[in-house]
């Protein structure tokens, strides 16, 4: 009888014990969302992230392309949509305009330990994200197509002209060349690099007030018009996805491609061996006679919301710690350029490393950045289809540019 | 029927229409008249894995407070309607004074994104209305002689372009039109032109979007017209036969006059929906060489990185209803007439 008796207190007993158990990562409850760009890395760190679920704590994740357009109004509710964001230096920018996001510096005291002083993104000394990848747009050559026709490895986009031209004439691709000149951000983001390349500045010092209608403008967008010359007739319907498309079916000798692409361009998914084993990566070529490759360095982060409770945001913070430990690196290495303890830098980060020492520009973390970015993606199409002159799509640009900041309240 | 009954009647129609049309009409309208307020900005130390340096950001807690004092914004008039965005009159006052000619004048207003979009919108709904209201007539009285027996299966094809989904079924020709694709190669072969390029040439582009259109709407003319032909009286077509008119001359003379009220109708409803063109500008990727209003409206909300200008995509939208109402003026006319000669 006694036994009987004290039966249900043994269970109890134990299934207490056991559900304490499950409280994995020492997180004693809480609920944790995140939302996220959809890439391979970001799948690596949040699967990392997700082993913390379970005994109290739930776990949900959104992985999207389309994460900038719910990103704002999904923080901005209280309590917010979502615990984390995944952000890069120019989604964070609205977070940061509105005020969704917390600082970290207490939370980085407490669990942070292990993470590298240049992990921290701080704004006045206060920690807004922490960083674990970092990426970059850089060149990509095909070194058996370059040998037949003779060049050597360009350096520059001058010779990267000289090398197309010699393939061409060698009658061996009509088109060799490709970067991702599709119409919108990826256009304004091509832009934005090679006008940093020629050492250009894109808004007057300390305001608002567009500075790109000059000299170096203008050699910018003849460069894009020469690459284009050797480029595909539907470059404007080009994206990432696109040219990665385009090179894994063996249809270009070089090609300007973001860094997060090599690992899978390097895979043995959608190509045949001949492309991948002759797919070598470099620095982003520097243009103009300039020291600096014509490319902005971009980082990807994690930052918490600020209108979710203390306790959210503390296992929120210890999941993300867990999602880009020392072990994820180790399991996922190539999987991007992580600036993690624990990252050897294999084949497929050469080229962001690369850029990155020979001191490429990060892309600029200004709250109107965005809005000079969209005007040159919708304005310079014309000037690539021959319609209209430089200085007048440098000119359409800063007039477009200026009747949205005008109307966002920065001018 | 008595005013009362009548007003009970139409009473769940007319308050679903103010609620759901009258308000969110005003609504973008009172938006439309507000820009957002100053951001108000400040210089700070920015740390990232790149380096430290110094740089403008925006001062959150003091922008916050003016948007809670009002919260819609600075009044801003109709100044966001004749800004560069839109009508830009300053931008056009300026090229009338500066231009060499009707030409030059011409393609410095093209250059204006509100008159571009105009431009294509204008033109492919008086190139697709139409043709969709000819070629519907035309295939209606097609497949009202086929034999019986062959009329349900073909009815059933006819419909299949309107069934599609338009984002879908643009996307599926986005696909087949790529040089790589099956329509864009054979038709280089046809040309003997290995650069043709459906989606290079703006004019291309414009075409394809127009063809795509009209292959898009035809059915919907096709089925309208197909289902007045049944009520056609016989006796009248008959009657017209013994007299001895010819077959051209029946359709002239008897069809077409009997279809008039669906004709209206169709090219009611056809002006206003080619008006508002926009899933085959998404499907197609064709925005860097066509791009009509709703286009632009929903550029200015994409919103990528709260980006969204309101005041804008409220002014454009005001402008499209104005623009739709002057399009309708002509056939409203005339139904206002035909309503009133009626009651006399």
């Known amino acids: ?411 | 029927m008595p005013h009362r009954t009548f007003i009970y009647f139409i009473l769940p129609s007319l308050l679903s229409m103010i609620l759901l049309i009258a308000v969110p009409i005003f609504s973008a309208m009172t938006q439309s008249l507000f820009i957002a307020h100053k951001q108000v900005v400040m210089v700070s130390e920015t740390c990232d894995p790149f380096g430290c340096k110094k740089e403008t950001s925006v001062d959150a807690e003091a922008t916050a407070n003016l948007r809670v004092k009002e919260p819609l914004g600075i009044f801003n008039g109709f100044d966001t309607y004749t800004n560069r965005n839109h009508l830009a009159t300053s931008e056009i006052i300026a090229s009338w004074n500066v231009s060499t000619g009707w030409k030059d004048f011409f393609s410095q207003i093209m250059n204006l994104p509100f008159y571009k979009a105009l431009a294509f919108t204008i033109t492919y709904t008086f190139v697709v209305t139409p043709f969709v209201i000819i070629l519907g007539f035309l295939i209606a009285l097609g497949v009202n002689s086929l034999a019986s027996w062959v009329k349900g299966p073909t009815i059933f094809f006819s419909l299949l372009p309107m069934i599609v989904t338009p984002l879908i079924g643009s996307l599926i020709l986005f696909w087949m039109i790529d040089a790589e694709g099956i329509l864009g190669s054979t038709l280089q072969r046809i040309f003997n032109d290995n650069s043709l390029s459906l989606k290079a040439s703006p004019v291309l582009t414009w075409i394809m979007l127009i063809v795509y259109g009209i292959w898009h709407s035809t059915p919907f003319a096709f089925i309208v017209f197909y289902a007045g032909l049944q009520t056609i009286p016989h006796e009248t077509l008959e009657a017209s036969m013994l007299d001895g008119a010819s077959l051209w001359q029946q359709k002239r003379h008897v069809v077409i006059p009997y279809l008039m009220p669906l004709i209206i109708f169709v090219t009611l409803i056809q002006l206003m929906d080619n008006f508002r063109v926009f899933e085959p500008i998404v499907g197609f990727n064709a925005s860097a060489n066509a791009t009509s209003l709703s286009w632009i409206i929903f550029n200015d909300l994409r919103g990528e990185d709260a980006l969204q200008l309101f005041g804008s995509a409220a002014a454009t939208s005001m402008l499209t209803i104005i623009g739709v109402g002057i399009l309708l003026i002509p056939v409203l006319t005339r139904i206002w007439k035909e309503f009133n000669s009626k009651t006399v």
Not at chain 1, 376 to 400: I, K, M, R, Y
């Open chain 1, 1 to 411: 009888m006694k036994i009987i008796k004290i039966l249900p207190l043994v269970f109890a007993g134990i299934i207490i014990m056991g559900s304490s158990a499950f409280a994995k990562c020492g997180i004693s409850g809480g609920s944790i969302r995140i939302l996220a760009n959809d890439f391979p890395a970001i799948h690596a760190v949040l699967s990392a992230a997700e082993k913390c679920a379970g005994g109290g704590v739930t776990f949900t994740k959104n992985t999207t392309k389309e994460h900038r357009n719910i990103v704002v109004a999904g923080l901005t509710a209280n309590p917010a949509e979502f615990t984390s964001a995944v952000v890069a230096n120019s989604s964070i920018v609205p977070l940061l305009n509105d005020g969704l996001i917390r600082p970290l510096n207490d939370l980085v005291a407490k669990h942070g330990r292990g993470l590298k002083k240049h992990q921290l993104i701080t704004i006045n000394g206060k920690i807004m994200a922490v960083a674990f990848m970092a990426n970059a747009q850089h060149f990509y050559y095909r070194k058996d197509i370059l040998k037949k026709a003779g060049v050597g490895v360009p350096t520059s986009y001058e010779d990267v002209l000289s090398a197309a031209k010699a393939i061409r004439a060698k009658g061996n691709m009509q088109y060799p060349f490709a970067f991702n000149t599709k119409k919108g951000w990826n256009l304004g983001e091509e832009f934005i690099n090679m006008y940093l390349g020629y050492n250009g500045q894109l808004f007057k010092p300390g305001s608002p007030e567009a500075s790109i209608n000059n000299s170096k403008g203008v050699a910018t967008l003849k460069m894009i018009k020469s690459l284009t010359e050797y480029s595909n007739p539907d470059f404007l319907t080009f994206d990432s996805n696109a040219t990665q498309a385009l090179w894994e079916g063996g249809k270009l000798a070089m090609a300007t491609m973001w860094g997060s692409r090599a690992a899978a361009v390097l895979d043995n998914k959608g190509s045949t061996p001949e492309v991948t084993s002759n797919t070598n990566l470099a620095s982003a070529p520097t243009v103009g006679g300039g020291s600096t490759p014509a490319t902005t360095l971009w980082w990807d982060g994690f930052t918490i919301a600020k209108n979710i409770s203390n306790k959210d945001a503390e296992a929120t913070f210890i999941a993300m710690m867990n999602g880009i430990s020392t072990e994820m690196v180790k399991s996922n290495n190539d999987a991007a350029v992580w600036l993690i303890e624990g990252f050897v830098p294999g084949k497929a980060a050469t080229g962001v490393s690369a850029s990155a020492s020979a001191g490429a520009t990060p892309y600029p973390m200004l709250p109107y950045a965005g809005l000079l970015h969209s005007a040159l993606g919708s304005e310079l199409a014309e000037f690539l289809q021959g319609n209209e002159s430089a200085q007048q799509a440098l000119a359409d640009v800063e007039a477009a540019y200026t009747a949205s900041a005008k109307e966002k309240g920065f001018l």
